[in-house]
């Protein structure tokens, strides 16, 4: 599985910006797609996941009400629209695959994720 994450970029305090990722190879074969963050300095951290048939998502409190993660079935790409960004947002952000049953449990941690994409780096400026 490879996973091409996109849409970074600089964007001031308020602002929207619009992650994608698009995975490749056995797709049939994940059943969540997930999005972590690392700012400098700090350890990665769950940001939200939704499950392959778009009908279960999950998010961490940081970010719950202002980033929304959906997939669009017709190109296979998983979304995170980031509202309301801050600059406490600004990082690295992952996409990453889950190649497991989704458990409410696991699915925020990084180490149920089984592929990673290259990171992609938001900035916000205040």
């Known amino acids: 599985v490879q996973l091409q994450a996109s849409g970074g970029g600089l964007v001031q305090a308020g602002g929207s910006l619009r992650l994608a990722c698009t995975p490749s190879?056995?797709?049939?074969?994940?059943?969540?797609l997930g999005w972590f963050r690392q700012s400098p300095g700090k350890e990665r951290e769950f940001v939200a996941a939704?499950?392959?048939?778009?009908?279960?998502?999950y998010y961490s409190d940081s970010v719950k009400g202002r980033f929304t993660i959906s997939r669009d079935f017709a190109k296979d790409t998983v979304y995170l629209q980031m509202n309301s960004l801050k600059s406490e947002d600004t990082a690295v952000y992952y996409c990453?695959?889950?190649?497991?049953?989704?458990?409410?449990?696991?699915?925020?941690?990084?180490?149920?994720?089984?592929?990673w994409g290259q990171g992609t780096l938001v900035t916000v400026s205040s």
């Open positions: 939704i499950s392959m048939s778009g009908g279960l998502t």
């Open positions: 190879g056995r797709i049939f074969s994940i059943y969540a």
């Open positions: 990453a695959s889950d190649m497991d049953p989704w458990n409410p449990l696991t699915i925020g941690s990084m180490a149920e994720y089984d592929y």
